[in-house]
């Protein structure tokens, strides 16, 4: 929101110089450069339930041969980007398929007995 609220601004200040038009600018920039530092943290914070590696962030190992790529980003944007479309993802560093959406299968058992004694 803040890369767009900054181009946005930028547009505006082209086509009509003001000063609001600059606070903008500077706040949308700020504000962008904020939500990246916290992006960062809690991207560096997720692990895969598999293998434990840290797929949204590239830590320059060697990615798994099964691992998916769109071309001009790295592994970690990419998965960030699945997440985002999808709601799934595959670890760069084990090739396991994750989808976000699905009851984990410790959930799916008990939902099971308890559907049972009604």
Not at 25 to 30: A, D, E, L, R
Not at 100 to 115: F, I, M, N, V, Y
Request: glycine share 8%.
């Amino acid at each position: 929101m803040g890369v767009i609220t900054t181009a946005t601004a930028f547009i505006l200040f082209f086509y009509e110089p003001s000063q609001l038009a600059t606070q903008v600018i500077i706040g949308g920039m700020v504000f962008s450069a904020l939500m990246w530092v916290i992006a960062f943290f809690k991207r560096r914070s997720a692990h895969c339930p598999l293998c434990k590696g840290t797929p949204l962030i590239n830590s320059g190992a060697l990615a798994h041969s099964r691992a998916t790529r769109i071309f001009p980003f790295n592994h970690g944007v990419s998965a960030t980007l699945s997440i985002i479309a999808t709601q799934t993802f595959r670890c760069m560093y084990c090739g396991s398929d994750f989808d976000l959406l699905k009851t984990p299968s410790h959930l799916r058992g008990a939902r099971d007995e308890h559907s049972g004694e009604q």
